[in-house]
T-cell receptor, first 114, second 115 residues
């Protein structure tokens, strides 16, 4: 079975630009979460979506937004990019039941903002 | 303020010996704890979890111990293998308030297993 997939793998953007990252969850998983990981730190929670609704939001500015589609895939959008947005963006999927905490991560999208 | 702390940035162990990775937490509302392994250029891989109602969970070479009174958990790998060399993250979650999708991670411990 395919795991969590993310696209693109790498991305280079300029300050002020906008970026869209994409994620497809494991088949059967209905919840998707997004995390940001900067060098030397653990992943930091950005959003969780379930059944197309936002179920949780971390401490990130409004420049960050996301949505989930009927097929449970998801997009993370970041507007007005800053140098500090350079990071590995991870998508994780889970089944949204009593084991919702058990999340499975994709390979990530490495975003570099210049 | 860090709610999940991994105070050892790195650990070096000889192949075949035990690796013990430690994690401390401050939030008593956490009710699930997880360990992830991460290789460079890959996403974190789920290893093992434990509910706060248990004090031990075992899966093959991996065992996680939870000491709620000390707010401390540890991951034991026995025997350690060179392929275990990776960064290990401790994470915690709270079911209450519907925030179970919000995993709080430590900064990670880099394990090196030497042949």
């Amino acid at each position: 079975d395919a795991g969590v997939t993310q696209s693109p793998t790498h991305l280079i953007k300029t300050r002020g630009q906008h970026v869209t990252l994409r994620c497809s969850p494991i088949s059967g998983h209905k919840s998707v979460s997004w995390y940001q990981q900067v060098l030397g730190q653990g992943p930091q929670f950005i959003f969780q979506y379930y059944e197309k609704e936002e179920r949780g939001r971390g401490n990130f500015p409004d420049r960050f937004s996301a949505r989930q589609f009927p097929n449970y895939s998801s997009e993370l959008n970041v507007n007005a990019l800053l140098l500090g947005d350079s990071a590995l963006y991870l998508c994780a999927s889970s089944s949204w039941d009593r084991k919702n905490y058990e999340q499975y991560f994709g390979p990530g999208t490495r975003l570099t903002v210049t | 303020d860090q709610q999940v702390k991994q105070n050892s940035p790195s650990l070096s162990v000889q192949e075949g010996r035990i690796s013990i990775l430690n994690c401390d937490y401050t939030n008593s509302m956490f009710d699930y704890f997880l360990w992830y392994k991460k290789y460079p250029a890959e996403g974190p891989t789920f290893l093992i979890s434990i509910s706060s109602i248990k004090d031990k969970n075992e899966d093959g070479r991996f065992t996680v111990f939870l000491n709620k009174s000390a707010k401390h958990l540890s991951l034991h790998i026995v025997p350690s293998q060179p392929g275990d060399s990776a960064v290990y993250f401790c994470a915690a979650s709270s079911f209450y308030g519907g925030s179970q999708g919000n995993l709080i991670f430590g900064k990670g411990t880099k394990l090196s297993v030497k042949p």
